[in-house]
């Protein structure tokens, strides 16, 4: 099993950290509001710890759970702390419509991340093409980005661990088109499917 941090105390890190804990993995939550990671942490149980902002996570994977805007001033606040941990980014950069990403550029939230992290720092996206409610509910495939096979290898085991699907679609770069996938889910939530309990996957086909 795996050692995760929590870096935000959102919906997202509720119901990761609820899978995260059902699947055996130790769990670390961290907030700028103490008393609010210190209420999470209880709420999660399972030997859910809740660490001080700042420090050095106790999670060998920290998951930014965290609105976009916040992820790389975070993961720069948080500096040499972060140093040789596997940092998972999870958000979309959705503009104010809702119909393009916030960034204008081929770049991601994730690559953004990569630039600012410590020196021997992995990352990774992944989770940011769920719904909340599919995630708590459902068993969905993961999508994930990343350089390093081995630190996504590690993702992966986690991923699995909360008995869900991962999926490796290739290099940091691909980070931005999962974000145009996350968008793609809310375009198809607002028309052609018309509600949130769905998700994008992959159907194989062997002839």
Known sequence: MSSITLIGTGNMARTIGTLAVAGGNTVEVMGRDQSKADDL???LGGGTTAGEWG??????????ALLYAAVVPVVTEYG??????????????????????????ETS????????????AG????????????????????????????VKAGVAAFVESL????????????AHWLEGMGLVTV????????HWDFALGVNEFTG
């Open 163 to 174: 008995g869900l699907h991962p999926l490796d679609v290739g290099g940091l770069r691909m």
């Open 41 to 43: 942490a209880k709420a």
């Open 123 to 150: 990352v990774v996206k992944a989770f940011n093409t769920i719904f909340r409610n599919v995630l708590e509910n459902g068993r969905p495939d993961v999508f994930m980005a990343g350089d390093d096979a081995q």
């Open 55 to 64: 420090a050095v996570p106790a999670g060998d994977i920290v998951i930014t």
């Open 80 to 105: 040499d702390a972060l140093a040789g941990k596997v940092i998972v980014d999870i958000s979309n950069p959705f503009n104010a419509t809702f119909d393009g990403l916030a960034h204008s550029e």
């Open 109 to 120: 939230i994730a690559q953004e991340v990569a630039k600012v992290a410590p020196a021997g």
């Open 187 to 194: 375009g198809l939530a607002g028309n052609g499917v018309a």
